[in-house]
């Protein structure tokens, strides 16, 4: 690698780990028209930097998804989408639709003054057919604030939906030790994803349980189109094991799930069960 | 109430019943008694004998006392329908070849989503 392409590429780091730096997802879904192109829908997501946006589009015959991320090269920004499509071929003879799924990427370069139209049933269907137009922006804010999502449906007999999808960086974890209907004090901890392992200590019924715990991400989406949406980004795994002084070379296990403040268990060697409780952190 | 044309008819009725040879003796007594006094039912009783010989004929039996009906063979049936049934098959085949499954025939990147930047 050459120091020129080098020294870019630390820029564009450094740009896209810039603190305080907002970025906005600007979306209108446009009918053309003969007269005047008609707005179906608008919307933004905005957040930080490595905020994405998942599009759908539905209509009777096809359904279109898209995930949209971006990396910024100084004054020009790469758009990078996933596409999962589904086109309805046809009726099986037993009456049922058939589907055919089309999984694909698209990536554009282009200026954060441009704007880009996405044409999600391709450029060259018939007249009429629905795009999108977006519009980035980034403006420098006080502080990374959470991820906002704003959508108007204008035409509301169009399935359309605009999304920001937002990957957990930490997460909150509300760990408890239940033994029959006996249960420990709840223990909150923040862990940041791919941290070295915490050691957590657990009462119950006056005995003390010593756990490492750490967080990761999970390590592979369970279908393509999971994958490609990234239908799975709030979904973080526990990883339990015991403390390096204690006798038990296995770990304990893993429970993954989403930052929904809903319980998942795992049963513990010792007899115990561990409940999880996953949870998005708190506002910094 | 049957008139006059009902009653002709169903003696036009009668004459092909007779000709096929499924009356009874008193029916075809009661023909034969209305074949005397009716000119047009013995002119249309002509025809149709008329009509069953060039039939006779054309199957190469002109004397024959009924009209010898068409028969297919077993085998020439089984044959004909083996042949239907692969015509079938191949032009199914031949169809999925040049046309592929079920779908639009639009080239996959013509039907794909696209960026176009501004």
């Known amino acids: ?284 | 109430m049957a008139g006059p044309e009902t009653t002709h008819q169903q003696w036009l009725k009668q004459i092909g019943a007779e000709l096929d040879g499924e009356l009874s003796l008193m029916e075809r007594a009661a023909l034969a008694k209305h074949l005397a006094t009716c000119s047009r039912c013995a002119g249309a009783r002509a025809s149709q004998l008329e009509v069953r010989v060039a039939l006779a004929r054309s199957a190469g039996d002109p004397h024959a006392f009924v009209v010898p009906r068409p028969s297919i063979r077993a085998g020439t049936l089984t044959l004909w329908v083996i042949v239907a049934l692969a015509t079938g098959m191949l032009g199914g085949w031949l169809a999925n070849r040049r046309w592929g499954g079920p779908g639009s025939g639009a080239p996959l990147e013509d039907t794909r989503g696209t960026i176009v930047v501004q």
């Open chain 1, 1 to 284: 690698m050459g120091l020129s392409s080098f020294s870019s590429l630390l820029l564009a780091l450094a740009s896209f780990q810039g603190p305080g730096t907002r970025l906005t997802y600007r979306v209108r879904v446009i009918e053309p028209a003969s007269v005047e192109p008609r707005v179906l829908a608008s919307g933004a997501v905005s957040g930080p930097l490595d905020n994405e946006m998942r599009l759908t589009l539905r209509t009777d015959s096809a359904e279109v998804e898209a995930l949209f991320h971006l990396t910024p090269f100084g004054d020009t920004v790469s758009l990078g989408a996933e596409f999962y499509t589904r086109r309805r071929v046809g009726r099986s003879r037993r009456g049922l639709p058939l589907w055919e799924e089309d999984t694909y990427r698209r990536l554009v370069r282009l200026a954060w003054s441009d704007t880009a139209r996405i044409y999600p049933f391709g450029q060259n269907r018939r007249e009429g057919s629905a795009f999108v137009e977006l519009i980035l922006e980034r403006r420098f804010a006080g502080g990374e604030g959470r991820s906002a999502e704003r959508f108007d449906l204008v035409d509301s007999t169009r399935d359309l939906r605009v999304e920001a999808v937002v990957r957990p960086r930490r997460a909150r974890v509300i760990l408890n030790l239940v033994r029959g209907d006996t249960v420990s004090g709840p223990r909150p901890i923040d862990l940041v994803l791919d941290e070295p392992p915490r050691v957590v200590q657990l009462v119950l019924r006056g005995r003390a349980t010593t756990l490492l715990v750490s967080v990761a991400r999970p390590s592979e989406a369970r279908s393509p189109r999971d994958r490609a949406l990234a239908l799975d980004a709030d979904v973080l795994c526990l990883r339990v094991a015991p403390p390096p002084a204690a006798d038990a070379p296995q770990p304990f296990g893993t429970v993954c799930g989403r930052l929904n403040n809903v319980a998942r268990q795992l049963p513990l060697p010792t007899g115990d069960t561990l409940a999880a409780t996953f949870a998005w952190p708190g506002a910094r």
